[in-house]
């Protein structure tokens, strides 16, 4: 017999939702019995109940469906072990593997141990699922029951369920925590193990990037080096001519959006720039690929000069054009947040509009605006797609825009997308990468938040 | 810049709405594909000969063609799916037994669509083209005859991916994107009102408190791809998640796009005036109530403006779904949240990626659908602001 998943969680919901209604009237039954009156409203209790049997008995389910399969594994890795101690371990995973496959029936095998192994791993999977229901529909039924035995008319249910609830919504809170400390200790531990195999500094300061090695051991291959300074530089490159770009056209527009425009053309500009900021990265990275780049070899070879079909000036301009809008709607909120008595003094005294602007406004706007810029900068940096689609491969240290670069994103994008193993040296180095571009973008955000906090603060 | 970016991918994009299609009167006897009962057998119509029949129905066309090589070249003006597609056809329209003559229209190859469509330059040197002058030949020889034209291409909107240009379709990455969205949206909305709830009536101020805020605005800056390696690291390879799958995908979308829905969220709720949150104390609701059933059914407008603009987001993210591995070829239309599947976007990436001229139209087209879809969802959270902005 067996019990799918959704069976279970939805008998599991419907036991929860009796339990709700049985708990519902229950209370108000015992209540005329006692001649009293709930001391909360009866459906609080009803929520009480439903919480009780809910809860505890979902996150066994959730338990037991994530951890039961790999418990299996785990079991059926040892069994295959004692079976032939001799293999080694990626051979017993490859058996692992196949015995899975066979299971499920995706590859059909002649070789009689791994059909046997094969019947017992989906045998083994249907106690789990059957074992599985049964203990998450026993546990909501006990939990349901005890939980409406106990409830008396006199207790408080309402400060129960709401204290709990409260905990719930802190819990959810919590999770941006979680997700902060889970990405920093996942980088920081994969990249551990990368810099077991490749020393530190030599990843920090190296001048050479060149990540080939070989996939197996008895292949001849460079020996792969990983300095990380020619993509950093790459990187850096790109993110300076998209900066060239963006800025000064984001800020003027900024500027005359919040100084000069008229709440008509305001009204329609602005949900267009949010439209364009809306538009997906992979547009735009098919874009500079397909249109950007050979009109930026077109325009080199009328001027004789050799541009790179990857240039890195075609990435960077793209890239320039997709921050625009970040920029220019950041920029519009710092600016419109300076407060009106600054402008109204530094006109009451006779100063022009563009006086007022360059000497009043944009002083008393410099902090947010850097902070602007800086959220901006970080955004180039992690930007991914563009480059990936533009941008090329190799590893070239230079600052010619002209030539080819390749960035921190490319890398990892090319390191992790092919079929290489987990522990490979250089599915490890692209952690690496990883942990080197999330501080370097986390030091911008935290500098940039500040900065516009302190704005912020000043002028409240 | 809007216009220069859409139109020059509407240029590129529009002619996809067509496929080369040509017209082949075919007589097929179902009694072959029969077992001994007289029931239909998939197996028998699996091995039968299918691509010889087509190509036995073109060379009717032109009797002229005998050399082994020529014939080779005039297979190459239709798809190589040909046979293929015509046992589905035949498969789907379950003829009764006895001989049928019938006329399907077929594919031809992405390089004759391609020069009939004028994407293909015949200035260049025969050599470096990848369609020859015989080959142009035959295929105006046959539009001559009205056996191949343009129609609409039916199969880009109801198929999966494939390796041949005029067979493959967005079909399968649409529902891939549709099942990735949904785990994203049940997992990242109610978090993130939960949490934003939270913040605003019921953390106390302090350290907690401050380090959860810290969090959650780093959160929406810090870059899409590192939330890739984190789903490679931790939904992959600890939990033991299938690879490719839509709910690894909306789960990592999911965490990305929290940040965002809660920060809107937060906005939404701060808009409502405390008064409706002190009246309904005063009048001895407690505070849970007060937040449940005064402020958060106004703020809800507000919410769900924020979470259309974090779907829109998510939908239109590529980098962390490569980390997962949704970037796999994929042939079949994924049906459930753990099967292999891929999404728009990185379709459109995959396209852009491979050499077929023809690869180029159907990501452009691919791309105006897609943009088409984000803008009209951003329109219409700007709608839904505009029309519930209350000045209290």
């Given at each position: 017999m067996t019990l799918p998943l959704s069976f279970v969680f939805f008998v599991l919901l419907g036991l929860s939702v009796y339990f709700y209604y049985h708990a519902k009237s229950g209370i108000v039954r015992k209540a005329a019995l006692l001649s009293d009156r709930t001391k909360a409203l009866p459906s609080h209790y009803g929520q009480q109940s439903f919480l009780w049997a809910f809860i505890p008995s979902f996150l066994i389910l959730l338990v037991l469906t994530i951890g039961g399969p790999n418990y299996i594994d785990q079991i059926f890795y040892n069994k295959i072990q004692e079976l032939n101690?001799?293999?080694?371990e990626s051979f017993v995973s490859l058996i692992l593997a196949k015995v899975i496959n066979v299971s499920n029936g995706k590859i059909s095998t002649g070789e009689e141990n791994i059909i046997m192994l094969a019947k017992d791993y989906k045998i083994a999977f249907e106690q789990l699922h059957f074992y599985r229901g049964l203990v998450v529909i026993l546990c909501a039924a006990l939990l349901g029951m005890i939980i409406s035995y106990r409830?008396?008319?006199?207790?408080n249910a309402r400060e129960q369920v709401e204290k709990f609830i409260v905990n719930i919504f802190f819990a959810s809170a919590v999770i941006a925590i979680f997700t902060t400390v889970a990405i920093i200790l996942s980088l920081f531990f994969e990249a551990l193990r990368f810099f077991n195999l490749y020393n530190f500094f030599d990843f920090i300061f190296g001048l050479h990037w060149a990540?080939?090695?070989?996939?197996?051991?008895?292949q001849v291959a460079a020996e792969g080096s990983f300095g990380m300074i020619p993509v950093l530089l790459g990187t850096l490159l790109i993110s300076f001519i998209a900066m060239c770009v963006a800025i000064p056209i984001g800020l003027f527009s900024a500027i005359y959006l919040a100084e000069f425009a008229t709440p008509k053309i305001r009204d329609f500009v602005k949900p267009t720039l949010e439209i364009l900021a809306g538009i997906p990265t992979v547009v735009y990275g098919y874009f500079a690929a397909l249109t950007a780049a050979p009109f930026f070899r077109e325009i080199g070879f009328s001027l004789g000069l050799d541009v790179s079909s990857e240039s890195a000036i075609a990435a960077g301009a793209v890239m320039g054009i997709m921050i625009i809008p970040f920029i220019s709607s950041l920029s519009d909120d710092v600016i419109r947040a300076v407060p009106q008595s600054l402008r109204d003094g530094s006109m009451g005294l006779g100063a022009t509009k563009a006086e007022t602007i360059y000497i009043v406004i944009l002083p008393a706007a410099i902090p947010g605006l850097v902070g602007a810029v800086l959220l901006a900068v970080s955004r180039a940096i992690g930007e991914t797609m563009i480059v990936v689609m533009a941008a090329g491969l190799s590893a070239n240290?230079?600052?010619?825009?002209?030539e080819s670069v390749t960035t921190v994103t490319v890398q990892i994008v090319s390191l992790l997308t092919?079929?290489?193993?987990?522990?490979d040296i250089k599915t490890l180095s692209a952690f690496g990468l990883g942990l080197a571009l999330f501080f370097f973008t986390l030091l911008l955000n935290i500098f940039a938040l500040s900065i516009s906090r302190r704005l912020a603060e000043r002028y409240d | 810049m809007l216009a220069t970016l859409l139109i020059s991918i509407g240029l590129n994009g529009y002619s996809a709405l067509q496929q080369a299609y040509f017209k082949l009167d075919i007589s097929v006897n179902t009694?072959?594909?029969?077992?001994d009962s007289g029931a239909p057998d998939n197996n028998k119509m699996n091995l039968f000969n299918w691509d010889g029949l087509v190509q036995s129905a073109l060379r009717e066309f032109f009797p002229e063609v005998k050399d082994r090589d020529e014939k080779k070249e005039l297979f190459?003006?239709?798809?190589?799916?040909a046979g293929y597609d015509l046992k589905e056809i035949i498969k789907k329209k379950a003829l009764g037994s006895g001989s049928h003559t019938l006329s399907v229209w077929l594919h031809l190859s992405d390089d004759a669509d391609q020069y009939l469509k004028g994407r293909?330059?015949?200035?260049?040197?025969e050599e470096d083209r990848r369609i020859n002058n015989k080959q142009i030949a035959w295929v105006n020889s046959l539009v001559e005859r009205d056996i191949a034209k343009l129609k609409f291409n039916k199969t880009f909107f109801t198929s999966a991916d494939s390796r041949e240009p005029e067979s493959a379709g967005i079909l399968g990455s649409v529902i891939g994107s549709a099942l990735t969205l949904f785990v994203t949206i049940m997992f990242a909305l109610p978090l993130a009102v939960m949490a934003a709830i939270y913040l605003e009536?019921?953390?106390?101020?302090g350290k907690i408190t401050d380090f959860i805020e810290v969090n959650v605005n780093n959160l929406a800056a810090v870059p899409s791809i590192v939330f890739g390696l984190l789903g490679l690291s931790?939904?992959?390879?600890?939990?033991?998640l299938p690879r490719s799958a839509p709910l690894v995908g909306g789960l990592v979308l999911g965490l990305m796009t929290l940040p965002t829905i809660i920060i809107a969220s937060r906005a939404s709720i701060r808009s409502i005036p405390p008064s409706i949150r002190e009246a309904a104390l005063g009048l001895g609701a407690s505070k849970m109530q007060a937040a449940l059933h005064h402020v958060l059914p106004l703020a809800t407008p507000g919410i769900l403006t924020g979470t259309i603009i974090g779907m829109a987001q998510a939908l239109g993210e590529t980098a962390p779904l490569l980390m997962i591995g949704m970037v796999a070829f994929i042939i079949d239309i994924p049906t459930t949240f753990t099967s292999s599947a891929t999404a728009m976007p990185v379709q459109i990436y995959m396209w852009s990626d491979s050499?077929?001229?023809?690869f180029y139209e159907r990501s452009s087209l691919a791309i105006l659908f897609l943009v088409a879809f984000l803008i009209s969802m951003n329109l219409l959270a700007v709608v839904l602001r505009r029309k519930f902005e209350k000045k209290w």
């Open positions: 101690p001799t293999f080694n409830q008396k008319p006199g207790s990540p080939n090695v070989a996939i197996r051991t008895d240290l230079t600052v010619n825009p002209l092919g079929d290489t193993e987990f522990d | 009694e072959k594909f029969v077992d190459a003006i239709i798809s190589a799916n293909l330059s015949i200035d260049i040197p009536y019921f953390a106390k101020p931790v939904f992959l390879s600890t939990f033991g050499a077929e001229r023809a």
